[in-house]
């Protein structure tokens, strides 16, 4: 049976046993949350200043104590200084204290990932979109920082097989990497998944995952953008830039299936299409619907779904079939804290040598090869094994990234052809 890599170091038991102690996430420090500049402050930068990146920071800070937000990066100015006023007037008092952003470590651009990595900060909270990742997470490692990486980790296998060295290499110098697919720290599946792996419904037979959602959001492109401003502010719909909707987000769930069984698929069979969307640039080349029957080592079979089909039926939700019983993954344990902010106490805790060393990198990147194994199948119309994906050379992501050049969108993929 191919296991499924979680933890550095730790096998999926130990792990769980370990997580199950710190399942409380306890605050550790009394204190006001300010943070006294000691030896033991950690200082922290942004990568990728959306939505996402701006709430993990809040996340961070919340959890964490002797912390201090420092310094931000991102392609775009105008959402740098959005995300940067967001932060200074926060008025959360766990947070604002500990928000200490320095303008001359603001940095804009395509390098400015590169800028901030040269800055003392000690952690990077990594949330770009996913096309950047593999770039950005070597690069991370390299510069010998701790890090929070949001999913998925790539659009392509080549992005793949590049994370998994750079969780390798961060390993080899201690570096923490906690990732973005926050059910692995919500108490609820952490309690459930063990009980599950500890036999509570018997022998586990069949599994099933859905995203069922509607469109999560497509810009319209403004005349002064180029076609790469218009490729990363509306990014979400191409597919060189999120992977399309199965490995952008559909990777949360497949997550909690490798999680339970231990292990990743061996193979998958997969279809799909665009049902609705007309084809033009904003709404870019992916697909809008995903259905995949993946078969594991062990036998079992999961047939997941992912669409984007607005005023349709909404699924989102994991499932596992037992010889005794069925479970939602999350059923036989109860929600106790908010695995977003869970996440980064673990972050914290583990760099600061209170927990076990975590480093969740090949973890996420297997999940997410999952999801694009799935892409793969579907878009060819083959079954796609788990080898071939791995070893794939699909590499989808520009070679050469330039606002003066020209990025055309597409083609659309059509199965067979
Ligand atoms: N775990 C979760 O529940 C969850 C929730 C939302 C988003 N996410 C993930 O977070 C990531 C970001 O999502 P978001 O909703 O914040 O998107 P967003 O568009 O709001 O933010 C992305 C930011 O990254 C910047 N960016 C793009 N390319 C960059 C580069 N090369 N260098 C520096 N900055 C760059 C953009 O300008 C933008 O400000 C995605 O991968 C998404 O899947 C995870």
Redesign the pocket.
Known sequence: MNKQSTTGGMSRRDFAKASAVAAGFAILSGKSGVAQDTVDTLKIGL???????GGAVVNCLTGNDNVKFVAM????ED?LVARRNDLRNNKNPRVQPKIDIQDDLCFVG?D??EKLLATDVDIVIH????Y?RPQHLEAIVAAGKHVFV???FAVDPVGIRRCIAAAKAAEEKGLRIVT???RRYQTSYMETVKRLQDGEIGQILAARAYWNGSLPFCNEREPQYSDLEYR?RN?YNYIWTCGDNIV?QHV?NLDVINWVLGEHPVSVVASGGRAWKPTEEKYGDIWDNFSCDYEYASGVHMLSMARHWNNSQNDVFEEVTGTKGKSDCRNLGKDSSDPYVNEHIALLQSIRGEREYINQGVQTAESTLTAIMGRMAAYTGKKITWDEAMNSDLSLVPTVLDFAQAYPVGPIPVPGA
């Open positions: 990568i990728g200043c959306g939505g996402r990146g990066a991102d392609v775009f959402k395509l400015a990932f949330a770009t979109p996913p950047a949001e999913k998925p973005g697919p926050q990363f990014w952008e949360h």
